[in-house]
């Protein structure tokens, strides 16, 4: 695996290093460098979840990817060896109050710092998916598309993923008019039709909805 002027590691052949940034970070001095990811900026529901998983170096953990990438059954099987494997790990959130306060951006960072602070081995450096520093007080590298390239990384995608997956099943038994265990909070066109035959529940993001009225015309063709 080689990198390039952007500073990003690719594929030699078929083979790829899951590794090659831990290792990187490993050569710097750094002995406990957390993969830092989230899940659920996107939904119209429900709070945003961010983990931090410190892997030891020769973690095998078969099939790892990013969260998007993998079946539900597959990220499931993962997150069982995750949480064996790894040297420590914490999943966090940040709640739709918080979400509304502080905007999706600012509160998915609190939830990566509180991800960060809950880990039962402090960690001595950061590998953040993304192209924004949430301002950890611990050197930090942004990885852009890094659920993707490294595995700690793609581990806290997926315990990230699981537990809010798991969250938003839990919301669709208290509100089970809007479905949440299908979409899991996702703006899709039945979970617009549920909001406009039902209204706008207490786990909704109201910043998320301000097109509802749009979503009505083009669902009814005018």
Same mark, same amino acid.
């Given at each position: 695996?080689?990198?390039? &002027?952007?500073? !990003? =590691? ?12 831990? *290792?990187? /970070?490993?050569? *710097?001095? =750094? ?12 939904? +119209?529901?429900?709070?945003?979840? &961010?983990?931090?998983?410190? #892997? ?8 790892? @990817?990013?969260? *998007?990438?993998?079946?539900? !059954? ?15 790990? $914490? ?11 502080? @905007? ?11 991800? +960060? ?13 993304? $192209? ?9 590298? $942004?990885?852009? !598309? ?9 581990? /806290? ?5 699981? #537990?809010?997956?798991?969250?938003? $099943?839990? #919301? ?20 617009? %039709? /549920?909001? +406009? ?10 910043? =998320?909805?301000?097109? #509802? %009225?749009?979503?009505?015309? &083009?669902?009814?063709?005018?």
């Amino acid at each position: 695996m080689t990198a390039g &002027a952007d500073g !990003r =590691f690719r594929k030699e052949g078929t083979h790829m290093d899951w590794y090659a940034w831990e *290792k990187e /970070a490993a050569a *710097k001095g =750094f002995r406990s460098v957390c993969g830092i990811d989230e899940a659920g900026r996107g939904p +119209l529901a429900g709070p945003v979840f &961010a983990a931090a998983v410190i #892997l030891p170096p020769d973690a095998d953990i078969p099939g790892i @990817n990013d969260s *998007k990438k993998l079946t539900p !059954r597959r990220r499931e099987a993962l997150f069982g060896l995750i949480i064996d494997r790894a040297r420590a790990y $914490c999943v966090a959130q940040a709640s739709v109050e918080e979400i509304e306060s502080h @905007n999706i951006l600012g509160a998915t960072f609190m939830a990566m710092r509180r991800a +960060l602070a809950g880990l039962g081995l402090p960690a001595d450096a950061a590998l953040v998916d993304g $192209c924004c520093d949430p301002g950890f007080a611990v050197p930090t590298r $942004c990885i852009v !598309r890094g659920d993707g390239q490294s595995a700690s990384i793609a581990a /806290a995608s997926i315990l990230a993923k699981v #537990l809010r997956d798991r969250y938003m $099943c839990e #919301l669709d038994r208290a509100y089970p008019q809007y479905q949440f265990a299908r979409h899991k909070g996702y703006p899709t066109r039945a979970h617009y %039709e /549920a909001i +406009l035959k039902y209204g706008v529940s207490p786990v909704h993001r109201a910043s =998320f909805l301000k097109n #509802l %009225e749009e979503k009505r015309m &083009a669902f009814e063709g005018k």
